[in-house]
C-alpha cells in the first residue's frame, strides 16, 4: 500500500520561505515521477511543480518558477519543496502525489495523493 505524507507547512509572513517534505510508503518511489499541487479555499487544485523519477528533469508552473524548487532523495524515498520569497497568494494546502503517466501538469497524471499540509503566507 503506497501512502504520501507531507508535512512542512505553517504560517510565515510574506518574503519568508518553506520548505515541505513528502515522505513515501513503499519500495517503488525512486520508478515514479512525482508532483506537488495545491488548493486554495473555493479554487482548483493546480499544478506546482514536478521532478522525474530520477531526479533529472523538473517542471514549474509559471506562478512558482524562481521561486520555489523541488527535489527528491530516492534513498530517503522523499521529495522537497524548496518555497522562496512567498506571497500571500501562495496559500493553499499543498499536496504530493504520484505520477503515473505523461503529462505530469494535469492532476488525472497521478494515481496516489497525501493528505496536504496547509502553507499560510501572511502579508
Known amino acids: 500500500q503506497v501512502q504520501l505524507v507531507e508535512s512542512g507547512g505553517g504560517l510565515v509572513q510574506a518574503g519568508g520561505s518553506l520548505r515541505l517534505t513528502c515522505t513515501y510508503s513503499g519500495r517503488t518511489f525512486s520508478l515514479y515521477d512525482m508532483g506537488w499541487f495545491r488548493q486554495a479555499p473555493g479554487k482548483e487544485r493546480e499544478f506546482v511543480a514536478a521532478i522525474t523519477k530520477n531526479g533529472g528533469t523538473t517542471y514549474y508552473a509559471d506562478s512558482v518558477k524562481g521561486r520555489s524548487t523541488i527535489s527528491r532523495d530516492n534513498a530517503k524515498n522523499t521529495v522537497y519543496l524548496q518555497m522562496n520569497s512567498l506571497k500571500p497568494e501562495d496559500t493553499a494546502v499543498y499536496y504530493c502525489?504520484?505520477?503515473?503517466?505523461?503529462?505530469?501538469?494535469?492532476?488525472?497524471?497521478?494515481?496516489?495523493w497525501g493528505q496536504g499540509t496547509q502553507v499560510t503566507v501572511s502579508s
Open positions: 502525489a504520484r505520477g503515473n503517466s505523461r503529462n505530469l501538469y494535469n492532476a488525472p497524471s497521478y494515481d496516489y
